[in-house]
């Protein structure tokens, strides 16, 4: 049985979940910075 169906799938199931994380991360940064620019504004 060829294995490599099976390696392909692992790295991209890896690189989707690398990538789900990084934009996640990024959308959370983007909400904090805002939080903290409003906090800023409102002294």
Do not use: C, P, Q
């Not at 099976?6 to 990024?26: D, H």
Request: aromatic share 12%; glycine share 6%; no cysteine.
């Amino acid at each position: 049985m060829n294995h490599w169906a099976f390696i392909i799938a692992a790295y991209g199931l890896t690189a989707l979940g690398t990538a789900g994380v990084l934009l996640w991360s990024y959308l959370d940064m983007r909400r904090a910075e805002k939080a903290v620019a409003d906090l800023e504004t409102r002294k």
